[in-house]
């Protein structure tokens, strides 16, 4: 019994550092709805929110490259650590103290690029500090504690909105940025080190890496490997291409949504407390899905999952453009709360199980990092170009029009994602 106290003590010393993730995920969770209160509480513009997601969003595809090398090149996991948990205060910090708009999405570009450090260490950290056996276990309460710490900095501003100013609310989000260092400091290199390679060999690491930060590059994909893949008439190889396309389809719509969400609340008169309250039902939603996906995707299969999930995120989109346009008063709020729900809840998190259990699949054992390496170069892709146009689209039309055109190109990829089974069937 005593060896066996001492065997568990090691175990839990050994898995401390993943606790760092509750709080860091306080004060991380809210920042992109801050960004965007914060830069309307500027005077700025939809459009000039949209510039803010854009920078994020560009800045996060060469910094998931750089970072990426640097820790095959370096080897260690504790600076990495260090420098992306302690990014969110520096960014929280700096934003309670300025009051132009460049600056605030200077540093959203800033906060991108440092943030990009975290997740390949800590899918490394997982599969190098526990053994195989429990790698599952690992990745699933590593998911958990950021999930919850992600939903309790939404609740945490959302009520502190209610009766204190937007910059005192960062400046209470940073003690948490100070605690998650405090508990990363438990890290212990692990002696044996594992390449970044090491994570798609596993698709249990794999799905933890995306879902952290769903741009990924093992190998960056080469013109001439584009190319091949997408004038290919290989069976295989031409459902890779019609996923590919489909996810543009996806994650361009879900950009253009995801950048005039929060604007659009506010120009119809909600007040912070309730703006975050919403992305809070919605998040608290996702992340306890995501525990049950995964079976959904097994009985009920990849494409009556895909089409369920895409038809209610589609659906959804529309239906909120209608209420914009057409729906006012307490009406407005129970729709916007039931059907945000819906779609980047309950939707989103099926989504996300079956598409990329359906690209695991896809990708096989032949360069698979090329093949992810270009996946992220879509997905990343489409959310610069939908956070771009998204700003335009709601300053100069309206927020209606432009979440109706967000649930028609998730319909659409809805459409091209069901075609892959007939490339299956009559493909090459």
Known sequence: MGISSKLDGIKNRKSLWMYSMLPYQIAYGPISTIIALF????????????????VFYGVSIPASMLWGMAVDRYGTRKPFVYISIASAGVVLLALSFINSISLAILLFGVLSLFTAALATPLSLLVMET???RFWASGFSKLQMLSSVGGSIGLLLASVLTGFLPLRIVMLLLIPFVIIGILIAMSI?????????????KSGTALRFRLLMHNLIFIRVPSFKFIKSIFESRHRKLAQLTVIYIGMFAFYLGSAI??????????DIGYTDLIVFGIIFAGYA?????????GRFTESKGEKSALRSSLSMRAIGYIFIGVV????????????????????????????????NTLLFETIGSEKPGRKLGLYSSVVGISYLIGSLVAGYMAYYISYGFAFVVSGLLILLSLFIFLSIYRVGNDGV
């Open 39 to 54: 830069i309307l509480d500027l005077h700025g513009t939809v459009i000039d929110v949209s510039y803010a997601m854009a």
């Open 130 to 132: 526990i053994e195989k």
């Open 188 to 200: 212990t290199e692990p002696q044996k080190q594992l390449e970044r390679r090491s994570i798609i």
């Open 257 to 266: 949504f995801n950048t005039d969400y929060v604007p659009g609340l506010r």
């Open 285 to 293: 939603v996702q992340s306890y899905v995501f525990n049950y996906a």
């Open 324 to 355: 914009f346009a057409a729906v006012g008063g307490f009406g407005s709020l129970v729709l916007n709360v039931i059907l945000y729900v819906l779609t980047a809840g309950l939707a989103y998190s099926i989504f996300y199980t079956a598409s």
